[in-house]
C-alpha cells in the first residue's frame, strides 16, 4: 500500500471519529460514565516508507547540520508570573553562560516577540539590540572559556500576538498556549501549557532554541491559589503570597535541552504512584480523577522495562 492511500485511509477513518464524537461537548464527555475496566487493545504496527520503495534504505538522506555554538548555557532560571486577560508571560530570567572557546564579547538570544525592559550582565544594566526575535547582548568585555557570567532578563513574552505557522507533526510553534483565559467557555478549562518542540520555547523565554543546546533548570511560578503546577525537575517549594497568588519553585538539576523546558498550569487531580522509590505522579483534569490511576497504569511497568532495556535506571527526578 502506497504513503499517498495509507494516509488516506487515516484521514476517512479520522473524518468518521470526529463526525461521530463531534456531537458532545467536552462537558458531557467529562460526566459521561466511562466503563470501570476502561477496554485496552493492542493497536497493529505499520511501516511507513516513500511511495514506490522497498525498504526505509532507499529514503533520500539530508545532512542536517548541529547549530554553531558560541556559548553554552549552564543553568537557566526563571520567574514568571500571567496576565490572563491579555495572555501575556511577564518574566524574568537568569541565564548562566560560559564561552566555550573563543573568547566573546556579545551573545545572541532567540526570543520571538517579547517586551524588552532591562537586561543586565553580572548585576550590571547593559547595552542590547531587539530586532523581535533576536536579543543581541552587548557583554561591555571579552570574555573567556575559563568565564561564567550571568545575563538577566526582565520581559515580557506575548506568544499569542506572534505570527503562527506550524508543520505536519505540530501544527502550532506559538510555544505557550493560554486555554480559555478568561473562563467564558463552559466546555473548556482554564490552562496554561508549553510545547517547546523543536524550536519554540524562545516564544515565552530567552534561550539558544536549538537542540543541541543543554542546560539546568528551575522555574519559579505565581499563580492564584486554586491552580495546581507542573514543570520539570523537583517542586521544591510552594509558598502563599499576601495578594492571595502562590508561588511554586520547581528545580532540575541535570542538564536538557530548551525544548523540553516545560510548565503546565491547570485545576487538575493529582494522583500519587510509586517506582522503585522514586515517586510518581500522575495529573488529570478534574473529571477524570477516579480513572487516573488506569489511564497511566502502565508507567510504573515502563519505567522498569526501559531501565532493564538501556540497562541504566532511569534518572530524572
Not at 31 to 51: K, N, Q
Not at 96 to 117: M, S
Not at 233 to 244: A, T, Y
Request: some cysteine.
Amino acid at each position: 500500500m502506497s504513503v499517498k492511500s495509507t494516509l488516506l485511509n487515516y484521514l476517512i477513518i479520522l473524518v468518521l471519529l470526529f463526525s461521530f464524537g463531534s456531537c458532545k461537548t467536552k462537558k458531557e464527555l467529562m460526566t459521561t460514565a466511562v466503563e470501570p475496566d476502561m477496554l485496552e487493545r493492542m493497536l497493529d504496527s505499520i511501516v511507513v516508507t516513500p511511495e514506490g520503495s522497498e525498504s526505509i534504505d532507499t529514503m533520500p538522506r539530508v545532512y542536517n547540520a548541529t547549530a554553531t555554538m558560541s556559548y553554552d548555557i549552564l543553568h537557566t532560571a526563571l520567574d514568571l508570573r500571567f496576565d490572563w486577560g491579555k495572555q501575556h508571560v511577564i518574566g524574568q530570567a537568569d541565564l548562566t553562560i560560559k564561552p566555550y572557546f573563543q573568547p566573546i564579547k556579545n551573545v545572541t538570544l532567540d526570543a520571538v516577540g517579547f517586551e524588552i525592559n532591562s537586561v543586565k550582565v553580572n548585576n550590571n544594566l547593559a547595552k542590547y539590540t531587539y530586532n523581535g526575535e533576536s536579543l543581541n547582548v552587548d557583554l561591555g568585555t571579552n570574555y573567556t572559556r575559563k568565564d561564567k557570567f550571568v545575563i538577566s532578563i526582565d520581559y515580557v513574552a506575548k506568544p499569542n500576538e506572534n505570527k503562527v505557522s506550524g508543520s505536519d507533526a505540530i501544527t502550532s510553534d506559538k510555544g505557550l498556549f493560554f486555554i480559555d483565559p478568561l473562563g467564558v467557555d463552559p466546555d473548556l478549562p482554564s490552562q496554561i501549557w508549553t510545547q517547546g518542540e523543536t524550536e519554540n520555547n524562545s516564544r515565552w523565554f530567552p534561550t539558544f532554541d536549538k537542540p543541541n543546546e543543554r542546560f539546568t533548570q528551575e522555574i519559579k511560578l505565581t499563580i492564584e491559589d486554586k491552580y495546581t503546577t507542573l514543570s520539570n525537575g523537583l517542586k521544591i517549594s510552594s509558598r502563599k503570597n499576601v495578594d492571595g497568588t502562590r508561588t511554586d519553585h520547581w528545580k532540575q538539576d541535570k542538564p536538557h535541552a530548551p525544548y523540553l523546558t516545560m510548565i503546565a498550569i491547570g485545576e487538575f487531580h493529582e494522583e500519587m504512584d510509586q517506582w522503585e522509590g522514586k515517586p510518581v505522579h500522575y495529573l488529570v483534569e478534574k473529571g477524570w480523577a477516579k480513572y487516573a490511576k488506569k489511564i497511566y497504569n502502565h508507567t510504573p511497568e515502563m519505567l522498569s522495562f526501559f531501565s532493564s532495556k538501556l540497562d541504566y535506571p532511569y534518572p530524572w527526578d
